[in-house]
């Protein structure tokens, strides 16, 4: 049973445009939702988190978006660039270590185009 | 932050044998977490490893088939035994620091083919 559902599977957006991956849970015990980037050939790099007693969280280009009462959370990257072209995987927690355990989404390719 | 050391970073191995991944942090660390990724797949967590004590393993996972250890606060093996093709996967190390924060650092995975 996959414990976060993530979508799309892959996502093709032009150079300066907005890219937006969603991810659902089910389990509400869950309390720390980050998000992982890939490149090729390299592990998975935190790239922001979330708990649930906030709706959004900024950094830099990267936001989440979290609606703690429709058990979701997405991902948004404005003005996207090649650089950013990378598999994102949302995640999932319970307790205070975080990253004990952590769920996976399926992941999602991004390809931004020049 | 922490850096991830992992060896070998692919190889190709014939069935039924074993081979071991080494994974190197560069600082002491509590826990350490073994995932494995198959291809075009999510990472699921075979197991954790504390210092000290014996690993945890999750659900389809067991000791036989993926031995670990974990000799001190910066070193782990993980072991993979009698390897079949479904062995075929990227497996990947990480540590969580303390202190709550909920981060997770990966190693650059293991690509372990085999034929």
């Known amino acids: 049973q996959q414990q976060v559902k993530q979508s799309p599977q892959s996502l093709i957006v032009q150079k300066g445009g907005i890219s937006i991956i969603n991810c659902a849970y089910e389990?509400?015990?869950?309390?720390?939702f980050p998000w992982y980037q890939q490149f090729p050939g390299k592990g998975p790099a935190l790239l922001i988190a979330?708990?649930?007693?906030?709706s959004e969280k900024k950094e830099g280009r990267f936001t989440i978006s979290f609606n703690k009462s429709a058990k979701q959370f997405s991902l948004h990257i404005m003005d996207s660039q090649p650089g950013d072209s990378a598999t994102y995987f949302c995640?999932?927690?319970?307790?205070?270590?975080?990253?004990?355990?952590?769920?996976f989404g399926t992941g999602t390719r991004l390809t931004v185009i020049p | 932050s922490a850096v991830i050391s992992q060896k070998p970073s692919r190889d190709i191995c014939q069935r039924g044998t074993s081979l071991t991944i080494q994974c190197q942090v560069d600082?002491?660390?509590?826990?350490m977490f073994w995932y494995r990724q198959q291809p075009g797949q999510s990472l699921t967590l075979i197991a954790t490893?504390?210092?000290?004590?014996?690993?945890?393993?999750e659900s389809g996972f067991v000791i036989d088939k993926f031995p670990i250890s974990r000799p001190n606060l910066t070193f782990s093996t993980l072991t993979v035994s009698n390897m079949s093709p479904e062995d075929s996967s990227i497996y990947l190390c990480?540590?969580?620091?303390?202190?709550?924060?909920?981060?997770?650092?990966f190693g650059q995975g293991t690509r372990l083919t085999v034929v």
């Open positions: 990480s540590v969580a620091l303390g202190g709550g924060t909920g981060e997770a650092f």
């Open positions: 389990n509400t015990a869950f309390d720390y």
């Open positions: 979330i708990r649930p007693d906030v």
């Open positions: 995640a999932a927690s319970m307790g205070r270590t975080g990253a004990n355990n952590l769920f």
């Open positions: 600082s002491q660390v509590t826990m």
């Open positions: 490893a504390n210092q000290g004590s014996e690993a945890t393993y």
